[in-house]
């Protein structure tokens, strides 16, 4: 008999009684107001949401949010850039862009993700600029991550993907919370009309 046998026959002859593994019954979180939830998510983790009325244009929603029309970046349709992501080469050129205004499909009310397919010609879109402003369908708010994935909008032929949380930050750095530490240093979700 080896020493990991014995010590478990030691323990079997302990005398303390049995336990049996609990039942795992319990159903997934439900949100009675799922946007609500998300929102308190999404400023939570350091991000703001705002809305998109019906008959307001992209310059004129951007500019409510105080976003600067001359320092945007996208290839979003309806939405006034200075400069297109797609027609650039190197995608370090990104890096210090003041916004970028991308495409979400699916936000997590149970902790304010929101799941951004690749849709540009360079991942450093995501990433590389100050701020990132996320369009997002009211009906693409879900409940919970296990929702999310099983979402038949969560495309799985994406080459890339992400779910982002609010703004980028750690607190590994003299145990202070900093923001924009490994990306954008700012985050707004959007709330636009329904997907069609």
Known sequence: ???????????????????????????????????????????????????WPDGVSGAEMLTSLGIELSRVVSNVTGIPAALDPDEVEDPRELDGEKTAVVEGVLGVAENGAVWIPQRARHKALYF????????LPRDGIVATMQDAVADERFNRDFGFGCFMSGPSKTADIEQALVFGAHGPMKLTVVLCRDAE
């Open 128 to 135: 590389a600029p100050e701020e990132i402003v996320v369009l």
């Open 1 to 51: 008999m080896d020493a990991k046998q014995k010590i478990l026959q030691r323990l079997s002859q302990s005398g303390m009684p049995e336990h049996p593994m609990p039942v795992l019954d319990f159903e997934r979180e439900h949100f009675d107001d799922p946007v609500a939830s998300f929102r308190q998510a999404v400023e939570a983790s350091g991000g703001r949401v705002a809305e």
